[in-house]
């Protein structure tokens, strides 16, 4: 069982790390009980064959050569007791994000994605163009003895041609404004699993 008060300063270096960066990177969001829960309902879903390939845009449009992984979207009315407990951390992170940041953030969409070996996804912004609700990026890797030599990082590229490359460590957070960071999935050499999400504001798309 996590502390209560352990949870509230976590969450407080996340949104101080928004707040002067734009990103956090955070280990250990999740215990590894509930990593390694998730990352068995993932790959139960992949062996099940309800995975499917993730597609590009707003149409979802499938290009291989752009992005590799498979995903299967959360359904609200169909959560596991773990997946309902990962979202409610969410949730008392977006309402702290909202009383320091004023962000807005409302409704929450996710999936759960596995990277097949060998998969990437290529630089992109993960707001589409002509609806900017997608604002806060939230992804929380389930990889168990993920390795440097395994790959898979997450590049997140900042200002000044800089760029930041993130491994994808079981119940590791990473959480960063949707419509400022270019990104990347480096290409992965084992199976790279995650569940990756968005907090929206609400309103009608922009266009």
């Given at each position: 069982?996590?502390?209560?008060?352990?949870?509230?300063?976590?969450?407080?270096?996340?949104?101080e790390?928004?707040?002067?960066?734009?990103?956090?990177?955070?280990?250990?969001?999740?215990?590894?009980?509930?990593?390694?829960?998730?990352?068995?309902?993932?790959?139960?879903?992949?062996?099940?064959?309800?995975?499917?390939?993730?597609?590009?845009?707003?149409?979802?449009?499938?290009?291989?050569?752009?992005?590799?992984?498979?995903?299967?979207?959360?359904?609200?009315?169909?959560?596991?007791?773990?997946?309902?407990?990962y979202?409610?951390?969410?949730?008392?992170?977006?309402?702290?994000?909202?009383?320091?940041?004023?962000?807005?953030?409302?409704?929450?969409?996710?999936?759960?994605?596995?990277?097949p070996?060998?998969?990437?996804?290529?630089?992109?912004?993960?707001?589409?163009?002509?609806?900017?609700?997608?604002?806060?990026?939230?992804?929380?890797?389930?990889?168990?003895?993920?390795?440097?030599?395994?790959?898979?990082?997450?590049?997140?590229?900042?200002?000044?041609?800089?760029?930041?490359?993130?491994?994808?460590?079981?119940?590791?957070?990473v959480?960063?404004?949707?419509?400022?960071?270019?990104?990347?999935?480096?290409?992965?050499?084992?199976?790279?699993?995650?569940?990756?999400?968005?907090?929206?504001?609400?309103?009608?798309?922009?266009?």
């Amino acid at each position: 069982m996590i502390n209560p008060s352990d949870t509230a300063a976590l969450i407080d270096r996340i949104v101080e790390g928004i707040a002067e960066k734009g990103f956090a990177v955070t280990p250990d969001f999740l215990p590894e009980v509930e990593v390694n829960q998730l990352r068995h309902e993932t790959l139960s879903l992949v062996q099940s064959g309800s995975m499917r390939r993730a597609g590009i845009g707003a149409g979802a449009q499938l290009q291989g050569e752009i992005r590799g992984d498979l995903i299967h979207w959360l359904d609200a009315d169909n959560l596991s007791a773990t997946q309902q407990g990962y979202l409610s951390r969410l949730e008392e992170l977006r309402q702290s994000a909202n009383r320091a940041l004023f962000l807005g953030l409302s409704d929450f969409e996710g999936h759960l994605a596995l990277y097949p070996p060998g998969t990437l996804y290529l630089r992109h912004l993960d707001q589409f163009q002509g609806n900017l609700r997608r604002t806060l990026t939230c992804i929380l890797y389930l990889n168990h003895g993920w390795r440097q030599q395994d790959g898979g990082e997450l590049r997140l590229y900042l200002e000044n041609d800089q760029h930041l490359d993130i491994l994808p460590l079981g119940g590791t957070l990473v959480s960063f404004l949707s419509g400022r960071f270019w990104h990347e999935v480096l290409p992965a050499r084992r199976g790279r699993t995650s569940i990756t999400g968005w907090f929206k504001t609400r309103g009608e798309p922009a266009g």
